[in-house]
Structure formats: structure tokens, C-alpha cells
């Protein structure tokens, strides 16, 4: 059978699929603005057809997007055995394109339903089968044929579950339980809140990430960290294993499709793979890309294989010939200069309408001369970091902020390097640690990550110097930017400052780079392409059209490089799009208009960019 028969039969069924699921009454929800691709969704799989793990790669997998049943039911309810309708997996419930549209308060349960068939070849030996989640939010309990086979808490982070035992030959029935307080507790929620105006959002409930299942072996690689030293020309991989006790991990290094060198051991400790001479070393300008093929082996035999990647590069800080302190890349200064990116949609809310539009803000973002990206406080799906990896976009990773008191998110302290901190209870602090923690691990091998950034603008800000020594600790191998913005403590790698709508720095280190977090939030509204049509819609400044914008970008631009020279090392604008009642966007929220004049702007962005080039 060709590949081209394959493509056109499964492009038949999605189409016949997608005529049924109208029929079901799925249709995308409310009378919002919406992106060009969202007329686009197909109810096969919403648009997300791509492999979902790009870091650990295995030849077969099912994919459980498209159309379920689902419920809304009280808290104390029993479990529903009529359901209210269909649900596009993988939009949360609140969003358009989910076909939904509704809230979901801390008092309800959202009940996911469908059914699927496995391979018989998945069934026979001693392997497993595994149900993979992206990401719920917030607290999803999973069934299988009546079998509560696991549970997990946390928003932003992808979580597999063992199917093997619950499951039979023919049809089976997949259940997921949600619940979920948004701001209304202490779980991390980042911009959501349950009454959304001014700069927070609408809530997301449910799966709002890619859904699928894959068989493994009993004995399987389970995760990989990889961590490149640049210095001694070395790769560490450590492959984590489940499943039983294996003899030994082969890991191979590929320049291409050519095995240019490879090392061996057991699983669990490192492999530490030596490069030949000539590595070719990871950045913006040329983003390379290594491929690894890992053998797990027992008895003397491969139990099982996985792909993966990596890349030559090294983040770190020094003093320049003036003493002011850098940011690197592979030993060389850099000015790291880029958006406020906080992956929000129209029509998807944290789920971008599928893989192609996902990829478009990256894109210009690339195309319009940045080579940063600060992912504030959400986290995306692993896609979404293999493709900055791809496109030589370097990355700072919020975590995303929680634990508001009394609705008011800010805690600041009345003086700076003041020991102030948010309150928390012991619950609370064990769940920030759990959510820290499995985002640092789900995230670190990516290259594109350079920076984490445990707190944001003091939301919940707590207890910071113990948990940047926890961070730490928990990865050594990147740079930590304390408290974006927030109450500042002499700790972490860098002191960020905020300040809106013009650079300016107000406070200097001896012993820390000094960057800019937060400026800019020009704002232009444009008609036909906001959230809400009234003049509630905002921005730090308001302009009237493309060329007043773009003019007052370039004089902020101008102001940088100067700035730059003094002795910030990096600086983030706000922002990539306009997310509902803001409008400081350089897109407006449907992606439809680029609001400054691209040429002009773009090459603002490159001066930046350079402008420490002939700094030693």
C-alpha cells in the first residue's frame, strides 16, 4: 500500500468523520473573534496530528483527539450516565473551538468519554500500553472500563498512565474526571481567573493538550535528560528506565543520519558521549540540531529503542573588558532581545487552533529579528520547544504563578532586598515545589531553554531564596532569573527589572546581570480584531495607526541600545499579540494584522540584537 493511498484514505475518513461530528452538534462555541485556522479544524484529531514527544521518540502511537462526550455535573454527583454533548479534545471547555463554551466552577466535575480500539499486536507478549496526557488542568482522575487506573494534579505538565491491565480486545472506554479551582485555591493558573477583565484571561478547564496512546516494552526508557558540555565536548545522557531491571543503555550520536559517536552503560547513570573535534555549536544564526538513537538492552538484546536529539550550547554569565556583566552563548557575549510570549488564542484559549498556527508566532517572531522568547507564565506542549529549537529561538521559562490572597495577586515588599514573602500554607508550598519540579524536568533537555524564572511580579511570590537554591539544585546546568520584576533578592543569576512603557534602568548589581523583563505595551486597537467591542479594551499608551506605532517603537529601540551599553544584557517587549481586553500586541489576537511596519521595525530588532557584537 503507498504512502499517498494512506494520506487520501485517512483524509476520506477525516472528512466523512468531520460530517458526522456536525451532525452530532459540534460546532465551535460563541461569537468571539476567531484565527484563519480555525475554520480549519478538523474533528479528527483538532488540528494536532503531530507527534506529541519530540525528545523521546518511539515509531507507534494512536491519537485520541477529536470528538468526545462530555458532562458537567456537581461535585457530589454520581458519575453521569447521560452526557450534555461533544467535546473537541484538545480544547479545554471554556473555548470556542472546544464546541463547549462553558465554565466550570470549583464545586463541578467535568467527565470526559470515548471509546477506542487497540491493535491486536499491542496485546500480545508482556508489553504495556500507556494512555499519554499532555496536559489537564487541573486534577484529572482516569478510567478505563470502569477501572480508576490513576490520577494526577498540575496543569502544565504531560503525565502516562498504564492502560494494560483494565484493557480488552475490541472496544474500550476511556473515562477522565476534572476538577479544577483556577484562582479560587492555591494551584498554579498563571493569568486565568474565574471573573476575567483587564490583563486576566478566561479560565481552562479539562484537556487542553494532545491525548494518545502507545505501546512500550515491559523494560522501556521511561525519560532522558541531556545536558551538553560544551567545554569538554560532551554529551551526558542519563536514560531513566520502568519496568524491570535492564543490563545496560547504548547511546548513539548522529551528525544526520551518520553514527559520528556513541557510548554505553546502565541505566540510570550517564552516558557521557564524547564529540569528535569540529562540533558544531548551537545558536540563533545557525540553530544545529544532533540526533540520538538510544537501545535499552537486556539478556544481550535491545528490550527497546528511542530517538531523540540534542545540541552543542552553553548559557552562562562574565564580565565583559568594561566590568559590566554579560549574558553568553558558547562563551560569546549576546544581547538577548525578544517577546513577551503568553500563548494565548481567540478561538483555543491556551490551545493553539493546531500545529501550523502554533508554529506562525514563532516564525515571525524569527522573522522579525528577536532571538528570545519569554514564555510568560503558562507552559506550552513539547512541540512547541522542538520547534524553537529548530528555528534558533532561545527561551526563558516562567512558572506559572498562583496562590493569589484575597483575589490580589501582588505582594510586594516596601523596600527592595527586603525579606518579605507571600504567606503560604504547607500545602500550597508542597505543590508549587510538585508543579516546579515536573515542568524543570519536562523542559530542561530542550537547547532552546536557557533561563528559568520561579516567580513573576511577586504573584505569590514566596520564600524566594530557598526555592532558587531548590531550583538549582534541581538543575544546575541553567540560568535562573530570580523574581521577574518582583521583590528582589541578591540571589539567582540576574536582577529583572520592569518598567513600562520606556526602558529605563533604575538599579544596578555588582554581581548580577542586570536585564529588562517587562517593557513597551504600545497599544493599538484595532476594529473588527478585538475580544470586546467597547473602550474598555487596554494598553500602557494608545496609538491610531501603523505609523504612529511603529515610530514610538523605534524611539524605544533607540533607548535600549544606549541602555544596552550601560549594562542591561537583555530585554523583553511586551508583547507578541493582544490577548483579550489588552491590546499591546504586535498582532492583534486573531493573527490577522500585523500592526507595525514590518520592515521597519524588523530592522529596529536587529540593531538591538548586534549592538553588543564588538564588545569583548
Not at 452538534?25 to 496530528?49: E, L
Not at 532571538?371 to 512541540?383: D, F, S, T
Not at 540560568?479 to 539567582?492: D, H
Request: charged share 20%; proline share 5%; with cysteine.
Amino acid at each position: 500500500m503507498t504512502k499517498s493511498f494512506l494520506l487520501s484514505a485517512l483524509l476520506a475518513a477525516c472528512a466523512i468523520f468531520n460530517v458526522a461530528a456536525q451532525q452530532d452538534g459540534w460546532a465551535p462555541a460563541g461569537d468571539k473573534i476567531k484565527t484563519q485556522w480555525a475554520s480549519r479544524i478538523s474533528t479528527c484529531d483538532g488540528g494536532w496530528n503531530v507527534y506529541p514527544r519530540p525528545l523521546l521518540v518511539r515509531g507507534q502511537w494512536q491519537n485520541l483527539n477529536g470528538l468526545w462526550d462530555y458532562a458537567i455535573t456537581s461535585g457530589d454527583a454520581a458519575a453521569p450516565s447521560n452526557y450534555d454533548g461533544k467535546i473537541l479534545v484538545p480544547y479545554c471547555v471554556e473555548s470556542s473551538l472546544s464546541g463547549v463554551g462553558k465554565s466550570l466552577s470549583k464545586s463541578q466535575v467535568l467527565t470526559y468519554r470515548r471509546t477506542f480500539t487497540v491493535p491486536k499486536s499491542w496485546l500480545k507478549g508482556d508489553g504495556r500500553v500507556m494512555l499519554n496526557f499532555g496536559a489537564v488542568d487541573w486534577d484529572a482522575t482516569v478510567y478505563v472500563n470502569g477501572q480508576r487506573l490513576g490520577r494526577h494534579t498540575g496543569g502544565y505538565t504531560p503525565f502516562s498512565i498504564d492502560v494494560t491491565p483494565a484493557l480488552k480486545r475490541g472496544e474500550n472506554e476511556v473515562k477522565v474526571e476534572v476538577r479544577d479551582a483556577t484562582n479560587d485555591g492555591y494551584q498554579p493558573c498563571g493569568k486565568q481567573r474565574i471573573k476575567a477583565k483587564g490583563i486576566w484571561y478566561t479560565p481552562v478547564s479539562g484537556i487542553w493538550q494532545t491525548v494518545w496512546l502507545e505501546p512500550v516494552p515491559r523494560v522501556s526508557v521511561s525519560n532522558l535528560v541531556i545536558v551538553p558540555d560544551v567545554d569538554r565536548n560532551v554529551v551526558n545522557v542519563t536514560v531513566q528506565e520502568a519496568g524491570g531491571s535492564a543490563a545496560g543503555v547504548l547511546v548513539k550520536v548522529l551528525d544526520g543520519k551518520r553514527v559520528i559517536a556513541q557510548g554505553s552503560g546502565a541505566a540510570g547513570d550517564t552516558v557521557a558521549v564524547k564529540l569528535p573535534a569540529g562540533t558544531k555549536l548551537w545558536s540563533p544564526d545557525s540553530p544545529y540540531l544532533y540526533n540520538l538513537e538510544i537501545s535499552l538492552k537486556s539478556g544481550g538484546k535491545a528490550v527497546d529503542k528511542v530517538k531523540s536529539y540534542f545540541a552543542m550550547r552553553k548559557f552562562s554569565t562574565a564580565r565583559d573588558a568594561d566590568g559590566i556583566w554579560r549574558l553568553q552563548l558558547n562563551g560569546k557575549n549576546i544581547f538577548e532581545f525578544g517577546l513577551l510570549d503568553q500563548g494565548w488564542w481567540p478561538d483555543g484559549l491556551y490551545t493553539a487552533p493546531g500545529y501550523e498556527a502554533m508554529c506562525y508566532d514563532i516564525d515571525k517572531t524569527k522573522q522579525w529579528g528577536y532571538n528570545l522568547i519569554r514564555k510568560h507564565v503558562k507552559v506550552e506542549p513539547a512541540v512547541w520547544y522542538n520547534y524553537c529549537d529548530k528555528m534558533g529561538l532561545i527561551v526563558w521559562q516562567d512558572m506559572p504563578s498562583g496562590d493569589y490572597k484575597n483575589g490580589q495577586p501582588w505582594q510586594y515588599s516596601s523596600g527592595y532586598y527586603r525579606d518579605y514573602a507571600s504567606h503560604r500554607s504547607a500545602e500550597s508550598e508542597a505543590n508549587y515545589y510538585k508543579e516546579w519540579g515536573e515542568i524543570i524536568d519536562n523542559l530542561r533537555s530542550y537547547p532552546c531553554i536557557s533561563t528559568w524564572i520561579p516567580f513573576n511580579e511577586a504573584w505569590g511570590q514566596f520564600k524566594t531564596w530557598s526555592v532558587v537554591k531548590w531550583t538549582r539544585e534541581r538543575d544546575p546546568y541553567h540560568l535562573i532569573n530570580p523574581a521577574s520584576g518582583g521583590n528582589f533578592y541578591a540571589c539567582g543569576d540576574m536582577l529583572d527589572l520592569h518598567h513600562y512603557p520606556e526602558p529605563k534602568m533604575f538599579m544596578h548589581e555588582p554581581d548580577r546581570v542586570v536585564v529588562l523583563g517587562e517593557y513597551g505595551g504600545l497599544g493599538l486597537p484595532l476594529e473588527g480584531h478585538t475580544w470586546i467591542k467597547s473602550d474598555r479594551n487596554w494598553g500602557y499608551v494608545k496609538f491610531k495607526n501603523s505609523t504612529e506605532l511603529t515610530n514610538r517603537y523605534i524611539v524605544l529601540t533607540d533607548t535600549l541600545r544606549q541602555l544596552a551599553r550601560k549594562g542591561f544584557a537583555a530585554a523583553i517587549y511586551t508583547q507578541t499579540t493582544d490577548c483579550e481586553t489588552e491590546v499591546n500586541g504586535i498582532m492583534t489576537y486573531d493573527r490577522a494584522v500585523v500592526k507595525m511596519q514590518e520592515d521597519r521595525f524588523g530592522a529596529a530588532n536587529r540593531a538591538v540584537v548586534s549592538c553588543l557584537d564588538a564588545t569583548p
